[in-house]
């Protein structure tokens, strides 16, 4: 069976760090890009970090830059987003998804930026894990 696992939500203080991992089983991640996705209430869901899994090309939303950092664990199959310094802000329901950029071969390495306004052409999704960021 195909699935993503999103894992690591939780509570932390403000300046705190918690370390998010989205893990495929199914399938592998070489071709894909892996995009982390947050949706807060009454707020639109954003693109918030991507990776290009064959270069490990990385792209990161401006409110977050400088202090996540998106990885591949390639031996394990899973792509890790480690927060710090969180904000209040930050609190949101995080979600990876995994596609392919239309019109590329399956080998395809480059920007992943494209996968930000590309939810829905997204292959597949995990389900969401809570971070909770507390002043």
């Known amino acids: 069976e195909v699935q993503l696992q999103a894992s690591g939500g939780g509570l932390v203080q403000a300046g705190g760090s918690l370390r998010l991992s989205c893990a495929a089983s199914?399938?592998?991640?070489?071709?894909?890009?892996i995009t982390w996705f947050r949706q807060a209430p009454g707020k639109e869901r954003e693109g918030v970090a991507c990776?290009?899994?064959?270069?490990?090309?990385?792209y990161y939303t401006d409110s977050v830059k400088g202090r996540f950092a998106i990885a591949s664990d390639n031996g394990k199959n899973t792509v890790n987003l480690q927060m710090n310094s969180l904000k209040p802000d930050d609190t949101a329901v995080y979600h990876c998804?995994?596609?392919?950029?239309?019109?590329?071969?399956?080998?395809?390495?480059?920007?992943?930026?494209?996968?930000?306004?590309?939810?829905?052409?997204?292959?597949?999704w995990g389900k969401g894990t809570l971070v909770t960021v507390s002043s």
């Open positions: 199914g399938f592998t991640f070489d071709g894909y890009v």
């Open positions: 998804a995994a596609g392919t950029r239309p019109g590329y071969s399956s080998t395809y390495s480059g920007s992943c930026a494209f996968s930000f306004s590309y939810y829905y052409g997204m292959d597949y």
């Open positions: 990776i290009t899994y064959s270069d490990g090309s990385t």
